[in-house]
């Protein structure tokens, strides 16, 4: 089982960047497809973007493709958000999340306690 803790959220103006981290512990973390999620006041979650076990593999969702990358390095056992051209629709709780069962939205079963991002226009 493996356990997430994100790191790297803060209050920024919107046009601004800001990093995303991960950080994994107990278990092999590249066994596991790593995904980035948000939520919204008042909203679901929804999907930001993913990578793949071995990273050869991205997707993202429409409204941040373009602007957000995503990276990991399995020998810190890191995964990466790197978020650009920030807008207020950014504003969200951010959480990174793990699967072993594959990339799609509804397979990661492994979450990390969430860091906030707020992007003031």
């Known amino acids: 089982q493996v356990q997430l803790v994100e790191s790297g959220g803060g209050s920024v103006q919107a046009g601004a960047s800001l990093r995303l981290s991960c950080a994994a512990s107990?278990?092999?973390?590249?066994?596991?497809?790593m995904g980035w999620f948000r939520q919204a006041p008042g909203k679901e979650r929804e999907f930001v973007a993913t990578i793949s076990r071995t990273g050869g593999v991205t997707r993202f969702a429409d409204s941040v493709k373009g602007r957000f990358t995503i990276s990991r390095d399995n020998a810190k056992k890191m995964v990466y958000l790197q978020m650009s051209s920030l807008q207020h629709e950014d504003t969200a709780v951010y959480y990174c999340a793990a699967s072993m069962r594959g990339m799609g939205t509804g397979a990661y079963d492994y979450w990390g306690q969430g860091t906030q991002v707020t992007v003031s226009s």
């Open positions: 107990g278990s092999i973390f590249s066994d596991y497809h």
